[in-house]
Nanobody
Framework: QVQLVESGGGLVQAGGSLRLSCATS????????MAWYRQAPGKQREFVAR???????NYADSVKGRFTISRDNAKNTMYLQMNSLKPEDTAVYLC???????????????WGQGTQVTVSS
């Protein structure tokens, strides 16, 4: 079975940094497109970043220049490095794979449970 488990969330002050991890099983990270999403209470799920099987990346405008998506093929793990964090980054962050053509609006087949990121003012 495909399983994705996020970790690394926590409470940080605005301007700080955090690195999220998405440990996987049942897939080969280097052979799959993967993405990060986030969802704040009462808000729609929002696309954050994607990395393709070919290593190309793309980001939501709101995080471009601050967040970096990457993967470690040997560990079969995906990461999201978050710098210059803002209070509006507060959300549950989820990793996903099995991306559909609608991935930018949340189209994916497999999801992790999410990890909470809280950024204080």
């Amino acid at each position: 079975q495909v399983q994705l488990v996020e970790s690394g969330g926590g409470l940080v002050q605005a301007g700080g940094s955090l690195r999220l991890s998405c440990a996987t099983s049942g897939i080969i990270v280097r052979s799959n497109d993967m993405a990060w999403y986030r969802q704040a209470p009462g808000k729609q799920r929002e696309f954050v970043a994607r990395i393709t099987s070919g290593g190309r990346t793309n980001y939501a405008d709101s995080v471009k220049g601050r967040f970096t998506i990457s993967r470690d093929n040997a560990k079969n793990t995906m990461y999201l490095q978050m710098n210059s964090l803002k209070p509006e980054d507060t959300a549950v962050y989820l990793c996903a794979t099995g991306l559909l053509v609608t991935y930018a609006s949340g189209g994916a087949l497999y999801w992790g449970q999410g990890t909470q990121v809280t950024v204080s003012s």
